[in-house]
């Protein structure tokens, strides 16, 4: 039995601190809730038709609904449980901006060209230690 606290309350529980994945949903949690401005507009744009439409006409896209549903679980069960909890992982990641990505782009063509010319660099020159050593 369950210690009665002379407070009325129950035992003490503590949490465990989140998880990094807890903490990237909640950032993007938080992230989705500040979408940009024109992300809204577009989205509004979109569902805008749909909003438009009375309750009786949205009744086909309903069946529609429950129709496909047992094809979709038909397909679930086909694809392999690899591709589903690929999708699943994918959904999760949190994408860099466009701006960071053209800057990790940068920083890896500049890495690239530096390395190249130091292998170039290291390669021509045990080729002349080569002609002159060995070819002599």
């Keep these: 039995m ?3 606290m002379p407070s009325g309350k129950g035992p003490r529980v503590r949490r ?23 992300i ?3 989205s509004a744009k979109a569902a805008a038709p749909f ?22 679980r038909v397909l ?7 591709l589903i909890n690929s999708w699943r ?3 999760q990641v949190i994408w860099p901006s466009r701006r960071e990505t053209w800057r990790l782009t940068l920083a890896v063509f500049i890495f690239a060209t530096i390395f190249g010319a130091l292998v170039a660099g290291v390669d021509k020159g045990l ?5 002159k050593v060995v070819l002599k």
């Design 76 to 82: 679930t069960w086909l694809a392999p449980k690899y």
């Design 89 to 91: 992982e994918v959904r």
């Design 2 to 4: 369950a210690k009665v």
């Design 51 to 72: 909003k438009k439409l009375k309750v009786g006409q949205r009744a086909p896209f309903r069946m529609l609904g429950k129709l496909l549903r047992p094809v979709k």
């Design 40 to 42: 809204r507009r577009a």
């Design 127 to 131: 080729d002349e230690i080569f002609k």
């Design 16 to 38: 465990s601190a989140p998880t990094v994945r807890e903490r990237q949903v909640a950032a993007a949690a938080k992230k989705d809730e500040q979408k940009p401005r024109r």
